[in-house]
T-cell receptor, first 113, second 114 residues
């Protein structure tokens, strides 16, 4: 069974700081990888996804993520965070013929103005 | 709004009562999913439909839970004889081949069992 680990449960940054949120998954085959964001009081929204090709993917709002197959990782990055990035971030994976997503437990990001 | 729509958004019920949630997916999405999310956790997969066929069910979906998608459009999730442990956010999501299996989520239905 596949699993997803997000090691940072709560990250606090000041505006303009750089962000990197870790995500590791366990599955030996082909994977599709996703980052979702949940702003306070809102539904889960897709930030970015990786299916194949260039392992560095760019998403909305200046976010990017890098798939490193050898490390089973898909870390999320943003060079300069804003107060409006305060939200919960979820990494997710789907694999093989599975249609559903397996989510990590999420990372709460708080950006201080 | 053409996103995934869920109702009711909030439901408070007494233990032992039955509750039903409805999900209207994005138009023409043939895949529909139900997830459950509790505080401090990521969403957990419950079940998945392709058109009207329920193709996969998680072990989390006990016998008290039943989901239907009778015409391949909207879906319902019923919980019978609710227990306090059923308190959670129930999320519906949809996708299609055309969306590259990107799954789009609704705002969820909060269930509180008292």
């Amino acid at each position: 069974a596949q699993s997803v680990s997000q090691h940072n449960h709560h990250v606090i940054l000041s505006e303009a700081a750089s962000l990197e949120l870790g995500c590791n998954y366990s599955y030996g085959g082909t994977v599709n990888l996703f980052w979702y964001v949940q702003y306070p009081g809102q539904h889960l929204q897709l930030l970015l996804k990786y299916f194949s090709g260039d392992p560095l993917v760019k998403g909305i709002k200046g976010f990017e993520a890098e798939f490193i197959k050898s490390k089973f990782s898909f870390n999320l990055r943003k060079p300069s965070v804003q107060w409006s990035d305060t939200a919960e971030y979820f990494c997710a994976v789907s694999s093989g013929s599975a249609r559903q997503l397996t989510f990590g437990s999420g990372t709460q990001l708080t950006v201080l103005p | 709004d053409t996103g995934v729509s869920q109702n009711p958004r909030h439901k408070i019920t007494k233990r032992g009562q039955n509750v039903t949630f409805r999900c209207d997916p994005i138009s023409e999405h043939n895949r529909l999913y139900w997830y459950r999310q509790t505080l401090g956790q990521g969403p957990e997969f419950l079940t998945y439909f392709q058109n009207e066929a329920q193709l996969e069910k998680s072990r989390l979906l006990s016998d008290r839970f039943s989901a239907e998608r009778p015409k391949g459009s909207f879906s319902t999730l019923e919980i019978q004889r609710t227990e306090q442990g059923d308190s959670a956010m129930y999320l519906c999501a949809s996708s299609s081949l055309g969306s590259g299996n990107t799954i789009y989520f609704g705002e969820g239905s909060w269930l509180t069992v008292v």
